[in-house]
């Protein structure tokens, strides 16, 4: 069974603060994907990131950065410079490629709710 | 623009009536999917789809049903069967079953009167 763990229910920083968005995964696959999405107010679902299991180098991506370490099953997302705009619901999810009770649909965290204050 | 379109935003429903959420996509996926937010939960599996006229259950998926007769369209109804109804359904869609990124719409909120 696949399974991910955002343990940070919610975070909250002042503005121009680093933060960092901690995700721990579960699975018996070999290949796999990893995702962040970020839900802004609004509700709809934004995708921020995908990584698969054979690529370990971590991303940057302007002020947000991704840390993938297969060793200890974690997948985290760093924001550098945190603003008010990033104040938002975050969700890691994985994804398999073994046919499963869930088919490859993308398994999600609980999510982190970050608050960026002025 | 190509996407992903929910309808309605919000919706409201008495008790003991069904209710059928849409969602539309035209960017050409193949594979679609239900999924159900309540606070502090997540998203859980409701149905998917990876291919026309077929569908699978997830993890959730007692007093729903859905159909999938068409690429761009795989709408949910929600049926009195579904104890608690009320929450935040989303939709996503992805170019292929596994190894892309799935994309959403913007939800509906159900809410049960």
């Known amino acids: 069974a696949q399974k991910v763990t955002q343990a940070q229910t919610e975070i909250s920083v002042v503005e121009k603060e680093d933060v960092t968005l901690d995700c721990v995964y579960e699975t018996r696959d070999t290949t796999y994907y990893l995702f962040w999405y970020k839900q802004p107010p609004s509700g709809e679902l934004v995708f921020l990131i995908r990584r698969n299991s054979f690529d370990e180098q971590n991303e940057i991506s302007g002020r947000y950065s991704w840390n993938f370490q297969k060793s200890t099953s974690s997948f985290n997302f760093t924001i550098t410079a945190s603003q008010v705009v990033d104040s938002a619901v975050y969700f890691c999810?994985?994804?398999?490629?073994?046919?499963?009770?869930?088919?490859?649909?993308?398994?999600f965290g609980k999510g982190t709710s970050l608050l960026v204050t002025p | 623009d190509g996407g992903i379109t929910q309808s309605p935003k919000y919706l409201f429903r008495k008790e003991g009536q069904n209710v059928t959420l849409s969602c539309e996509q035209n960017l050409n996926h193949d594979a679609m999917y239900w999924y159900r937010q309540d606070p502090g939960q997540g998203l859980r599996l409701i149905y998917y789809s990876q291919i026309v006229n077929d569908f699978q259950k997830g993890d959730i998926a007692e007093g729903y049903s859905v159909s999938r007769e068409k690429k761009e369209s795989f709408p949910l109804t929600v049926t009195s069967a579904q104890k608690n109804p009320t929450a935040f359904y989303l939709c996503?869609?992805?170019?292929?079953?596994?190894?892309?990124?799935?994309?959403f719409g913007q939800g509906t909120r159900l809410t049960v009167v």
């Open positions: 996503a869609s992805r170019i292929a079953p596994t190894g892309t990124e799935a994309f």
């Open positions: 999810a994985l994804s398999g490629t073994q046919n499963s009770n869930s088919g490859y649909a993308l398994n």
